[in-house]
């Protein structure tokens, strides 16, 4: 099956306000910009994302978050995003914070079928005792907390109970898709990209790069095409870098 989309706008036309969106990327790597920026476009609102961050300020992510179009983040931190932080102490935002590990295990868990899952992660923290604040008032007192975990204990260790995420639909930015949806991350491309894919109901995929079927060494696919409803051309231009370093000059003997 060509699961080829003709536009990016196309490929998004269908998500309503109110959708829950699972969005690939870690850090600024592997963000699907171009769909995000059709989203934009497209207007809906209402928007409650997964997402391991929420990008910049003025860009993927960000330029939905500061079009008011999200109400809810759940996330594993706030990263560059100055707008973020803003809206979240302003009480115009609820996040959820969630470990990195765990968020990963949850989206993971969803794809797979699984409900919940137990974790020593949290376990002996206001995360298991709840409160920790998910909306403020904006008057500054909180408006929202998170509810406390069940607990049980394996192997004398105590352990949380977390539930899986599923969502409408998956925004996933691949390095090469063939035209039935078999795709190829690169480096931390991959951390999040597959896990929100199998999350969600409906996939869409921007790639780089769109191959003939039987192109890809089935060996090296990272995520099989059962898992994705649409690929659309990404703006293989379209990147970012976080942060700029330079490294020490080399010091010379003499």
Known sequence: MDKRVRSAAAAVADIPGGATLAVGGFGVCGIPSTLLAALVEAGPGGLRVVSNNCGLDDWGLGLLLRAGRIVRMTSSYVGENKEFARQYLAGELEVELVAQGTLAERLRAGGAGIPAFYT????????????????????GSVARCSPPRETREFGGRRHLLEEALTTDFALVRAAVADRHGNCVFHAAARNFNPLCAMAARVCVVEAERIVEAGSLDPDHVHLPGVFVDRIVQADAADRRIERRGSAPAASKEI
Do not use: K
């Open 120 to 139: 020593p992660a949290g376990a002996g923290t206001q995360i298991e005792e709840g409160g920790l604040p998910w909306r403020y008032a904006p008057d």
